[in-house]
């Protein structure tokens, strides 16, 4: 044998061996059920499919938080900082975390180490509405698979970084996008999609995790045809959304918007899984008078078959861009198995999780000005009619009347993801007090450009705290306690066994509350705002946290009034891990 020859029989036999070493375990639908049970890990968008953002860790508890120092910090790189709203993934020791631009990051995550990183290629005339985001991914067998700007699904080798599949979910060039981590339903990659702005058209999808293909999909506005897919991906009709032509005036459904931005949750145990949809297109509502199904709705879809079981209109006929796409959480409770909400439009509403009757519903945010309530025997809010923007004919210079309205629509909520804590059966909700006037304009439907219809000024209430983190009664409504904060809330939420409840401010701060008092017990400043939630997760016997930092998203874009009172906030790109100091 040749000293060549040799060598490459060598070299190959290292790197198997590395290989061997350094490869993740599969992970399983079994693994992906017990998600919010084990600690040593962290595989699904909310801690678990349910979303619950509950870790049973409770070695960081009021007592030795005093002990939480930064252990290592990774910046992900360049000029491309803008919003950071990613929830990291955690297995085999390595942390998955998306970044800005359709990025993504494979670290140790003990030192923080940069094992791989995969930056997707965008092209030029991509059209987020929101900033330029990623919320995160999903893992399966091998895989790590997110969405892009783009619209596309991209799935990458989880030890490698290379890519196994890659698909495209629409076109971008007609206002398509992604931005929501995926989630995973028995061996399905759940996703929706974005762009409500461009008169899309809502709908969710499941494909085969391990190869990609389509397996159903449903529309989630009206009238349009859901499909099933053979093993040719040949289209199979599985039925219309809805009833055509019942809630949506002419044509409009066919550009009706709903679109599913947020990405979804799933309970095994009612088999279902749970999108939130976003605002009807375009947000005049004089346009289309009706309850514009499925828009502003929580939607309940049959994972096996792909059929819409039952759904639960949050705000009917929307006029005020209140999107429905808060993340729907399931918790149990006294043998029944419940959802909450907390919607943009200021409600916090409670549903049953397998026939999605209304259980509750009240205000979570203190200044309502849409509806005086909702009716819990019929399930609709109680409009104030002249609160509603009207004709665009009707008023001066092409538009219509000027409304004040409150919660703006930037939201309650927006979306940062909330927290259910089973021991103290609270929810823990990111809110923000402001209002905005808002009045309707003249438009038609253009493919690929904004389709809204409306004008709008973000307005503060007063001169003090816009965000608060709510600890929330779902049984009695009750607000338990509340911790404000200057600029408004835009990160998500976490609590633990250790009687704890995490969240990050624009201002920089990671800081930690007493779940069941409120009182602040620590906070960390990492450098800018934080708008991601944060995990944690057990390795070596040692408790971690983590979290993503970058001020962005909506309010900087958006935000009016708002915007300029938090225009000394600074941009960033970097992720944040924590444990005790020994």
Known sequence: MNVRLSCLLVGAALA????????????TDQMI????????????WGLGTQGQRYSPLKQINAQTIGKLTPVWSFSFGGEKQRGQQSQPLIHDGKMFVTASYSRIYALDAKTGKKLWKYEHRLPEGIMPCCDVINRGAAIYDNLVIFGTLDAQLVALNADTGEVEWKEKIDNYADG????????????????????????????????????????WMRPTVEGHMGYTYDKDGKAIENGISGTPGKSWPGDLWKTGGAATWLGGTYNAKTGLIYFGTGNPAPWNSHLRKGDNLFSC???????????IVWHYQNTPNDGWDFDGVNEFVTFDDAGRTLGGKADRNGFFYVNDAKTGELVNAFPFVKKVTWATGIDLKTGRPNFVPENRPGDPTAGAEGKGKSVFAAPSFLGGKNQMPMAYSPDTK????????????????????KKGAAYLGAGFTIKTLNDGAIGYLRAIDPKSGKIVWEAPNNAPLWGGVLTTGGN?????TPEGYLQAADAKTGKIVWKFQTGS??????VTWQQDGEQYVAVASGWGGAVPLWGGDVAKKVSYLEQGGSVWVFKLMK
């Open 176 to 215: 398509y996008s992604s931005t929501a981590a995926p989630i995973i339903a028995n061996g399905l990659v759940i996703t929706g999609v974005s762009g409500g702005e461009f008169g899309v058209v809502g709908r969710v999808e499941a494909r085969d995790a391990k190869t990609g293909k389509m397996v």
């Open 529 to 534: 705002g934080v708008v991601a939630p944060p």
């Open 426 to 445: 609270l929810f823990y909700v990111p809110s923000n007090e402001w209002g905005m006037e808002i009045w309707n304009e003249p438009i038609t439907y």
């Open 16 to 27: 198997a061996m590395a290989s061997q070493v350094t490869a993740s375990t599969p992970v």
């Open 33 to 44: 059920e017990n998600d919010a049970k084990s600690t040593n890990d962290v595989l699904s």
């Open 500 to 504: 704890l409840v995490f969240w990050g």
């Open 297 to 307: 709705s929580t939607v309940a879809i049959d994972a096996k078959t792909g059929k």
